[in-house]
T-cell receptor, first 112, second 113 residues
């Protein structure tokens, strides 16, 4: 049972445009969400997070939106840069366990 | 600042051989520690987590085991590797159990032949 889903395995955007990565979840007990970026053969790097009491969190070019009623979150990257090309994982956690549940990942390619 | 180390970076092992992967964390005390596996083309699967020395929780039944002999050391082991054990193994740490960000090490690529 996949509790966190990233339904788009890949996304290609032009440099300077907006990249929108989507993530859906099924468990309403999740209360904290994170996005990680991963290059091949490296560990994931934490990007940005959001608490379930918020609907938006912004950090530089990265903004995460949370729609609790739809059980959906998205990561916006504006403007996209070629160095953003990587695999992006969303993850969800509920406080009682502290365990991260990851989506399958979306490969972002930003074309110069 | 905190850093997390994993070694080796790459490992090629024959089927049936033992395994020992090591993870150490610097710059923090009493971290929560985690082992994940990323199989080819798949997401990250939590294998084990530990909230303290000698305390190990297993998430999925498998051919692997974990140990935490010291506060900042986490070891992933197997007595006999299977082909299906191939993958990218990641260690992570967090400050407290709960809504705390986990930080990952560089990973170990394991190929079982």
């Amino acid at each position: 049972d996949q509790q966190v889903k990233q339904n788009s395995p890949s996304l290609s955007v032009q440099e300077g445009r907006i990249s929108i990565l989507n993530c859906d979840y099924t468990n309403s007990m999740f209360d904290y969400f994170l996005w990680y970026k991963k290059y091949p053969a490296e560990g994931p790097t934490f990007l940005i997070s959001i608490s379930s009491i918020k609907d938006k969190n912004e950090d530089g070019r990265f903004t995460v939106f949370l729609n609790k009623s739809a059980k959906h979150l998205s990561l916006h990257i504006v403007p996209s840069q070629p160095g953003d090309s990587a695999v992006y994982f969303c993850a969800a956690v509920y406080s009682n366990t502290g365990k991260l549940i990851f989506g399958q990942g979306t490969t972002l390619q930003v074309k110069p | 600042s905190q850093t997390i180390h994993q070694w080796p970076a790459t490992l090629v092992q024959p089927v049936g051989s033992p395994l020992s992967l090591e993870c150490t964390v610097e710059g923090t005390s009493n971290p929560n520690l985690y082992w994940y596996r990323q199989a080819a083309g798949r997401g990250l699967q939590l294998l084990f987590y530990s909230v303290g020395i000698g305390q190990i929780s297993s998430e999925v039944p498998q051919n692997l085991s974990a140990s935490r002999p010291q506060d900042r050391q986490f070891i992933l082991s197997s007595k006999k590797l299977l082909l299906s054990d191939s993958g990218f193994y990641l260690c992570a740490w967090s400050v407290h159990r709960g809504r705390e960000t986990q930080y990952f090490g560089p990973g170990t690529r394991l190929l079982v032949l």
